[in-house]
């Protein structure tokens, strides 16, 4: 039964790892089974909030205007988490954000981790829901700050135990419920944006006297196709 590992959490501006970005990174380092130390860092998204994610985490947009750099941010997370194994809530979906910082800037990333949700699901197939919100309430968990990084980490840590507790035993297929994997997630190579969208983005953004603070050269054509459809739908077109 592993009892060294990283507990860790991220709020995002949105759920494709791809497009959105990390507001906030929590984790907590556990030691043969003791919380030995915690860590919280705000990201700079470079990027306005939307309401749902204010309204969602409590971070809002003046909150991170002059937090941490995402790859300064990732790296003190690593500096944290050093090669330990990670804990998480719907893991993989913190780690596709991590991952893609990593290979957006060609840094090493490759973990084992375990998911309190595919423990969940297989030792309470039962339950209505398996959201960490509603684990948190089935065992009667309080996480004060729920949406927020660190204390959603600490609570997923709190499941961690719960589930150890009622659930565990010496037989094989407890060892393969609660075993760490290796992670798997593969980032697809992004194309730059085109010079078409390059040149309407910049009209755009002049028309209507639009201050970005994304560099419209480095973005991604994704990026650049979503940012246009942002401006639109709230400016509209160049008349």
């Known amino acids: 039964m592993i009892d060294t590992f990283i507990a860790v959490d991220i709020e995002t501006t949105g759920l494709d790892p791809r497009l959105d970005k990390i507001i906030e990174i929590g984790a907590v380092k556990v030691v043969k089974g003791k919380i030995i130390e915690s860590f919280d860092i705000l990201v700079n998204p470079k990027r306005e ?12 947009d003046s909150m991170l205007i002059e937090a941490t750099e995402e790859e300064e941010a990732f790296q003190k997370f690593l500096a944290f988490a050093e090669e330990e194994v990670l804990l998480g809530h719907h893991l993989i979906f913190d780690y596709s954000f991590l991952k893609c910082i990593a290979a957006k800037r060609k840094i090493p990333f490759e973990r084992k981790g375990i998911d309190t949700l595919k423990i969940a699901k297989v030792c ?12 948190c309430s089935y065992y ?10 660190c204390e959603d980490a600490m609570a997923t840590i709190s499941l961690y135990w719960q589930l150890k507790e009622q659930f565990w035993n010496d037989s094989l297929q407890m060892e393969q419920v609660f075993s760490a994997e290796q992670m798997m997630y593969r980032v697809k190579k992004e194309s730059p944006i085109t010079a078409a969208q390059m040149r309407y983005l910049k009209a755009l953004v002049q028309y209507h006297h639009i201050n970005l603070e994304e560099e419209i050269c480095q973005m991604t054509k994704q990026t650049a196709s979503r940012k246009i459809d942002q401006i639109l739908s709230v400016y509209g077109k160049i008349r």
């Open 49 to 60: 909030l939307s309401q749902f994610i204010t309204r969602l985490t409590g971070i809002t």
């Open 124 to 135: 309470l197939p039962q339950i209505e829901k398996h959201s960490l919100e509603y684990l």
């Open 140 to 149: 009667q968990i309080v996480n004060h700050h729920a949406h927020r990084a």
